[in-house]
């Protein structure tokens, strides 16, 4: 993996780390998981970008204002 690779080929590679590490346990919860590990660092990235103008990262994000309030207080972010 390089600094140059796309983003799915990061995810792909985090996903068969963590499927490795489990040592052929069965995760549950799979997509909740993944989704938090994600749009937590995801989100910190957008709202440093923008200044913490909400504003600016809901119109960046493609969502509502006040979903991403909701995003960021679920993440402890705001």
Not at 14 to 40: C, R, S, W
Request: proline share 4%; net charge neutral; hydrophobic share 35%.
């Amino acid at each position: 993996m390089t600094k140059n690779d796309p983003l799915s080929v990061c995810i792909t590679h985090a996903m068969e780390k963590y499927f490795d590490d489990l040592n052929g346990q069965e995760p549950t919860n799979l997509h909740n998981f993944f989704i938090n590990e994600v749009e937590k660092p995801f989100l910190e990235v957008v709202m440093q970008r923008v200044n913490g103008n909400q504003t600016r990262a809901a119109d960046i994000l493609g969502i509502n204002r006040n979903t991403l309030r909701k995003k960021l207080k679920t993440y402890d972010l705001c």
